[in-house]
């Protein structure tokens, strides 16, 4: 059985695409026996589709998106503030 450190990483990367067919039902098995990866899944998911909702309402204007990724970034050391 797969470890959660596993999953978890196979979530994030999207490796199931390319796994076998024995990974992804390995990979299902372990997500019917564990809550938490259950949950993480299904909160990686909400955060993906929030995400694409969210970058569908504005235009791609460079500033917005350079203020954004700071913004997610955190402030770099010595760097400017907004």
Avoid at 52 to 57: A, D, P
Wanted: with cysteine; charged share 30%.
């Amino acid at each position: 059985m797969l470890r959660c450190k596993e999953v978890t990483r196979k979530i994030a990367s999207d490796e199931l695409a390319e796994a076998r067919w024995s990974q992804r039902i390995a990979f299902r098995f372990h997500l019917l026996m564990c809550r938490h990866c259950r949950r993480y899944a299904a909160q990686l998911l909400a955060i993906g589709t929030a995400a694409r909702n969210l970058w569908g309402q504005e235009p791609e204007d460079p500033d917005t998106l350079e203020r954004l990724k700071r913004k997610v970034l955190g402030p770099s050391p010595g760097g400017p503030q907004d």
